[in-house]
């Protein structure tokens, strides 16, 4: 199938869906400047070939790049039923999809959980100051006079999920139970290799959803892809977006 006709497909199947699920990878956030993991120049693949760490901008200092706001204008038209991400970066927070539309299965470097409540808050309206206290992890030792939970009184962590850590539980089944509700399923960023978070696809897959992959590198899922891309997201999302504006008769 010509790239055209892929991209026409993809459309059409995100105009007609009810319960659209974009789950994002590390892929999403390189034309932002970071680094992925298992590109050609990712952490890992550079790490195996035995060469230092690809080079990367202060965290802080890195903006939603395009194919954020894409996902942002799919919410907008209403045809985004659940975000899942595996990034940390929090630049889909800061683009503008609310937290009841997403669920950051490794967590957010930008902000601290509650164990007993799972409220979420940003390290300074926790007033948590890294420099005395550390970085919040799970593994941490508690610190005398440290903050709790402003809600419950409950213990504060780094939302960070560090290897080793369980996931957050309340976002890992709402997103189960997207996933397997999904109707059409897509795939953006991610080699779909760290679990439990790759086994979404895979749920919405066997619920009957159309699975669409755009990922540069291989996955485990490409045999079961209704659809798939290899090529650079920014080539891909934005007409895809752009073609279901027209659909919908939105300027």
Known sequence: ??????????????????????????????????????????????????????????????????????????????????????????????????????????????????????????????????????????TGRIRKNQPNCPNCEGRLISSIVNFGDPLPIDELEESIRRSQSSDVFFVIGSSLVVTPAANMPGYAWRNGAKLIILNQGETPYDDEADLRFFEAIGEIIPPIVERVKEMMNVN
């Open 1 to 138: 199938m010509e790239l055209e006709d892929k991209i026409e497909l993809a459309a059409k199947w995100i105009f007609e869906s009810n319960r659209l699920v974009i789950f994002t990878g590390a892929g999403i956030s390189t034309e932002s400047g970071l680094p992925d993991f298992r590109g050609p120049d990712g952490v890992w693949t550079r790490r195996d070939a035995g060469l230092p760490p690809p080079k990367s901008p202060p965290w802080d200092q890195v903006k939603p790049n395009q194919g954020h706001y894409e996902i942002v204008e799919l919410l907008k038209l209403g045809k985004l039923d659940y975000l899942i991400s595996q990034n940390v970066d929090g630049l889909h927070a800061k683009s503008g999809i609310p937290f009841e539309k997403l669920a950051e299965l490794h967590g957010n470097m930008y902000f601290m959980k509650c164990l007993a409540c799972g409220k979420k808050l940003t390290f300074e309206e926790a007033g948590w100051d890294k420099k005395k206290l550390g970085q919040g992890y799970r």
